[in-house]
């Protein structure tokens, strides 16, 4: 019924044919496109398997056997257009090429419509031995904010593909808001009709039709808080069509689409944390204004540090409340680049494959993608972080000294850290445009000057302590860098281990489950 459904509403779009991408149609729904007069490019459930696999011999004979079985099943049915072997795999090549060759021959052999494997954008390619190829506009991909080619050099004929954009379900702003649906309706309108002027462009695969049931959280997804808000499709799961699906139907109807509402959205992330940079400066200037000590102080650790140092070792520094304060401001500093940097790299597919390889909870994954695409979250998440680091150092700091020469005070420990790392403040000024900069590609700069910054104030804390334990410098470096790197390896290991537990548990229960029933 769901399936009448949707192929109804995908007659009445204007459609002419439906890809069932990643996996294949059921004899019922290929039935229905037979009566409908709709064409069905189906496909084997081979998606994004890399190229050492594809040329695995056990891989290429279990996808062989089963695309034997598809299409000894479906041949019968007219509406076939094409047996697809895959989708966003790499294509044909010294690795892969075995599969393609072997499974290509064998769809020859069977049936005489065309084969076809549904490969990332590319402006060059070579894809014999296919019939055709389906080139997908990835979410990963340039083309997607940017003209399309005139112009590819391949060797097959090419359907421009993935040409779909996520949103936030149910936000009715203007088509400049990236995430709302007027803005996924311009975005396809625009792409189709960029699309239909190609001339090496056959076909236009538009999609999702329909939103998954079951969501899959992803961090490079508007979640705006929630994994669950994540949408792709023209209608949603209860079939209500979206402006993108009217717009689409009124272009293919009559080559034009009724204009859709830009709206007031300006992307106001980095707005957001400039505020939070003036403020911070507001009150670092505030207090070297109203209290003398502490300007004198913040001067002379860059004048005259190993006068000031000495004071702190020699408990003539009393000013701790001085110290916190610097504290807040650096991890101000640090909290505004962080946030910053995560804003800018939200959608990068490094940082999703990272947290969705060591995360295992659907939630922490959620969780963790809010923090990327919520500014304020960001920069509080940051600011929490560094600033549990600076009393972290602090406490290593007082272990190290109790190893070497009597024991420090943890309060001389924290002093030393936090002024040591005095040259941060500089990134008060800098985080406050470091959401602008990263947006207009100054990230080599941006990340040289905070590099600088980070090693200045380790240099100046390894001095500190290479005076203050009477040790060679290498042995400081090693004591300081050494803890914190074994720390962290350690985490990344010990959450590897968690999630392959955590899905080694998941399997067993449930083979349990499916047992007892």
Not at 318 to 335: A, K, N, P, Y
């Amino acid at each position: 019924e769901l399936d009448a459904m949707d192929l109804k509403l995908i007659k009445e779009l204007g459609i002419d044919a439906i890809r069932v991408a990643q996996g294949t149609a059921t004899p019922d729904m290929l039935n229905l496109c037979d009566h409908m007069g709709l064409l069905v490019f189906t496909e084997l459930p081979v998606f994004q398997v890399p190229d050492d696999i594809l040329g695995d011999e056990d891989f290429i004979n279990s996808a062989a056997g089963q695309m034997e079985e598809l299409i000894r099943r479906d041949r019968r049915f007219t509406c076939i257009a094409g047996w697809g072997i895959g989708s966003e795999i790499n294509p044909p090549n010294s690795t892969n090429g075995r599969f393609y060759s072997t499974l290509t021959d064998l769809v020859h052999q069977l049936d005489d419509r065309p084969v076809y494997a549904a490969i990332p954008f590319s402006e060059t390619f070579r894809a014999a031995p296919l019939d055709l190829v389906i080139l997908e506009l990835t979410k990963y991909s340039p083309y997607l904010d940017h003209e399309l080619p005139s112009v590819i050099d391949g060797d097959r004929p090419a359907i421009l593909g993935g040409i779909k954009r996520t949103i936030m379900p149910g936000n009715i702003g203007g088509w400049e808001d990236p995430t709302s649906e007027a803005g996924q309706a311009k975005f396809i309108v625009d792409k189709v009709r960029q699309a239909g002027n190609l001339d090496w462009c056959i076909g236009i695969v538009t999609g999702d039709f329909g939103d998954w049931m079951g969501m899959i959280p992803s961090i490079s997804g508007p979640f705006h808080g929630s994994h669950e808000k994540y949408a792709t499709g023209l209608v949603t799961p209860g079939r209500l069509t979206r402006p993108a699906y009217q717009r689409l139907k009124e272009f293919w109807a009559s080559r034009s689409a009724e204009p859709l509402s830009r709206g007031m959205y300006s992307g106001g992330e980095p707005a957001l944390l400039l505020v939070f940079g003036i403020f911070l400066i507001f009150v670092l200037l505030a207090a070297m204004r109203q209290n003398n000590i502490f300007r004198f102080n913040l001067m002379r650790t860059f004048t005259s540090p190993r006068g000031f140092f000495q004071d702190i070792s020699d408990f003539r520094y009393f000013q701790s409340g001085h110290t916190l304060l610097l504290t807040v401001l650096i991890s101000g500093g640090l909290g505004l680049v962080g946030a910053s940097w995560l804003h800018a790299h939200r959608e990068s597919y490094a940082v999703d494959w990272f947290f969705g390889y060591i995360l295992s909870s659907t939630d922490l994954i959620g969780w963790v993608g809010s923090v990327f695409w919520q500014p304020f979250r960001a920069f509080l998440f940051c600011w929490l972080v560094t600033f549990v680091l600076v009393w972290i150092g602090a406490f290593q700091s007082s272990i190290i000294s109790s190893l070497f020469v009597r024991k420090r005070t943890f309060i001389q420990s924290f002093d030393y850290v936090v002024w040591a790392g005095a040259p941060m403040l500089i990134l008060l000024p800098l985080g406050s445009i470091a959401a602008r900069l990263y947006s207009r590609n100054a990230d080599i700069l941006l990340n040289s000057l905070v590099t600088f910054l980070i090693f200045w104030s380790l240099s100046r804390l390894i001095w500190v302590y290479k005076h203050h334990i009477r040790r060679s410098i290498g042995v400081v470096v090693v004591l300081w860098i050494g803890p914190p790197f074994v720390f962290v390896v350690g985490c990344l290991i010990a959450l590897d281990y968690l999630r392959s537990f955590s899905s080694y548990w998941d399997f067993i229960g449930s083979t349990i489950v499916q047992g007892f029933f």
